[in-house]
């Protein structure tokens, strides 16, 4: 048994400057950009996130800009057998995390826990 939830939206930037990338993101979404976060380093940046929110973070990418979306769980190899079995399948396994592609194309990766409060509002599988 294991549990699941959405974590964040990734804005992935196609840009030499990250900065302005999230300085733009910051104002669009009404939220401040968090340069305290540890998610905020390298080629990423955080933006606040209000209590019981999903992250939003930015991070510079070497391909087309594009959004996708992390998912977090208690037990990453489950969850990706899990989205395999619904269609999904592994583009690449990273130290901490895997990035998947859905029957539909879009891109998403399955995440450790990252935000407060997990398990709330996860989903409990089998």
């Not at 380093?41 to 209000?50: D, I």
């Not at 990418?61 to 594009?66: C, T």
């Not at 899990?82 to 901490?96: F, I, K, N, Q, T």
């Amino acid at each position: 048994m294991h549990h699941s939830r959405l974590c964040a939206l990734l804005i992935d930037c196609d840009t030499p400057d990250i900065d302005t990338a999230a300085d733009f993101w910051a104002q669009a979404l009404g939220r401040a950009r968090d340069p305290a976060h540890p998610g905020t380093r390298g080629n990423y940046r955080m933006l606040e996130t209000p209590p019981g929110e999903v992250l939003v973070q930015l991070q510079r990418v070497g391909h087309a800009s594009r959004v996708h979306l992390d998912i977090e769980t208690d037990d990453i190899p489950a969850e990706v057998i899990r989205l395999e079995g619904l269609g999904a399948r592994v583009v690449e396994r990273l130290e901490r995390w895997v990035v998947m592609e859905a029957p539909t194309g879009h891109r998403f990766c399955i995440v450790r826990v990252q935000r407060p409060g997990f398990p709330a509002n996860a989903t409990c599988w089998p």
